[in-house]
């Protein structure tokens, strides 16, 4: 046996690679960022866990809207993909006709999902449906496509929430909804950062494109101090105890250092800011949720 042989490692098989691709195409990763608020909202509008049929139809929903999402993403950007190096290798994952497939079958088990768990939840489906998809076009016209990101992201603890009570008449979900919305916006300022010249080169609207790096910035900040703001009045109004809050202090700390690392303006430090801190967002407040829900002090 020669040493080229004992080196090799068994190559994957076909089906994983493919959905390991597919997996990478969507950036299923990247679900960190919307799930931990619906399940927050989940959790506070139940007092607890709902009933298990509850629980995994919100996961089916969630997991179809965002699929969806970036699906048709994928499929409405394709040729600007083709156009920037960073975007390029989606190209070699799967094809614009499997993003496709992918948006209408995502959209199909998201609808049968949301009217399998009440009526309000079905008739909103489609306003949400507008609201995850129309969000890839909006960067053809408006600077502030990163505002419609974060209504998309919005939409998930208001869903859940909808989910659990079959109504939307509490303040609480909508304050939720407010800080993802700010949050999101503000991250996604951070991330839009990356592909300055390309947005510019292919006529492309962003707001660092058109405004600067440094007004991006600004904004960014500004933002996030506000999502920690109505994030402290979602505790309040959800009459969350001390977990939560020292949760909302690990929350400051980790926007705190996504901004110091993002000054650099090195791509490296950027991803680091865009992914683990604001995965570290969601998972700090989950945590001190569940804790302040289930040992109450």
Not at 20 to 41: D, G, Q
Not at 91 to 105: E, F
Request: glycine residues 6%; charged residues 10%.
């Amino acid at each position: 046996m020669n040493a080229a042989s004992l080196s090799s490692t068994p190559a994957p098989h076909p089906l994983w690679q493919r959905i390991a691709n597919i997996l990478e195409f969507i950036k299923f990763s990247h679900t960190v960022f919307a799930l931990p608020f619906a399940l927050i909202s989940m959790l506070v509008a139940s007092h607890g866990l709902p009933g298990l049929r509850t629980f995994l139809l919100i996961l089916v929903c969630m997991a179809s809207a965002r699929t969806a999402a970036m699906a048709f993403n994928r499929w409405a950007d394709w040729n600007f993909d083709l156009t920037n190096p960073r975007t390029v290798r989606r190209s070699k994952l799967a094809s614009r006709p499997t993003a496709a497939a992918l948006t209408i079958g995502s959209l199909l088990i998201f609808s049968a999902g949301a009217f399998t768990l009440n009526p309000l939840c079905g008739w909103l489906s489609p306003v949400a449906a507008v609201l995850i998809l129309g969000y890839s076009l909006t960067k053809r016209f408006t600077a502030f496509t990163h505002a419609f990101l974060g209504l998309a992201l919005a939409a998930a603890p208001m869903g859940a929430w909808a989910a659990v009570t079959g109504e939307l008449y509490s303040p609480a979900p909508w304050c939720l909804a407010a800080a993802v919305w700010c949050w999101v916006f503000g991250f996604d300022l951070i991330y839009a950062t990356q592909d300055i010249e390309h947005d510019r080169r292919s006529r492309l609207f962003s707001f660092p494109a058109q405004f600067g790096i440094a007004a991006a910035l600004l904004m960014a900040r500004v933002l996030h101090v506000v999502t920690w703001l109505i994030l402290a009045v979602f505790g309040l109004l959800a009459a969350l105890s001390v977990p939560y809050w020292i949760s909302l202090a690990v929350v400051a700390g980790a926007l705190l250092y996504e901004h110091r690392l993002c000054r650099t303006g090195e791509l490296d430090k950027i991803n680091v800011a865009f992914f683990q801190m604001n995965a570290l967002v969601g998972a700090a407040l989950l945590i001190g949720v569940s804790i302040a829900l289930w040992m109450p002090f």
